[in-house]
């Protein structure tokens, strides 16, 4: 059995390690995949040395939940940790159940999403998914995509989350979000202890370099790090003419630019994913990364892509196509933050 590194996020007892699984692709996001599939992938993280597993009530209608925790029971709990979220409450739909869910996952349209992140519904949804897992508890509980309801989850939710926190029935809470800048006044205004930002720190782009990891670094707080591919675009070798950034097509100067990138690592026997997972790594507020993972092939290529070596003078020759230098302390390269 392998061994990846983890960090403790801030005096809760909740350690995560550096690489996470994501189990949307377990909730059949644009495809469908099947329990014995999902199975193998989270047993191949284990044996990889994965201990930290990400899930949401969002990701298939509850599919990723109940997925997870079938394929997690039997495991020592300690040994563990698993996330999930909050703010969308599902709800019994039979009117569109022969319908598909209009989202990105290949579910029947049994339930429907209900934004709430009322006190009321943060204590409803977690009922609802310790029940689809069939776990005690879980370890850490973001507030997901709180975009559109700031006031609310700021003046509601996270006292709920608090208040459970403080009870014990959840090790740390947060936020997981699209954007840097509202995670960043989480951090800065809200007692949480960890935050998820998707897609905002990668090769590509690093507004959250401005805000947010300087506000964790400040507070205390953790990050974790997800779409760190930016939908697809970092996750090739070779960057083909249908990738996809943000889920859509590729703009074609984006495309010209990822693949000076990606020629500019392979001069330094470096792949595209193996830095685009190495350069989020680097920074000191960063505690794991979760990578949506289906199979279990799809495991072992990013922990192989995870624990590979990048060469300092890979970040000096990428300079000028990776990073806005205005966001990066003086004298600093993109590879080196501490």
Known sequence: MSTLPSRE???TGVRMTSLGYGAAQAGNLYRTTTDAGTQEAVD?????GVRYFDTAPHYGLGLSERRLGACLAGRPRGEYVVSTKVGRLLVPSPETAHEKDPGMFDVPAATRRVWDFSRDGVLRSLESSLDRTGLDRFDVVYLHDPDDHEEQAFAEALPALVEL???GVVGAIGAGM???????????????DVV????????????ALADLLPAAAAHGAAAVLA??????LLAHDVVPDDATYDYAPAPAPLLDRTRRIASTCADHGVTLPQAALAYVRTHPAVVSIVVGLRTADQVRQAVARHTADVPDTAWDDLWDDLVDRRLLAPGAHPGAFG
């Open 9 to 11: 996020v801030r005096g």
């Open 44 to 48: 191949a993280a284990w044996d990889a």
């Open 165 to 167: 926190r403080e009870q």
């Open 178 to 192: 699209n954007q840097s800048a509202m995670l960043a006044r989480f951090v800065a205004e809200a007692d949480v």
């Open 196 to 207: 998820m930002c998707a897609g905002r720190f990668t090769l590509l782009e690093q507004p």
């Open 227 to 232: 779409g760190v591919y930016n939908s697809g």
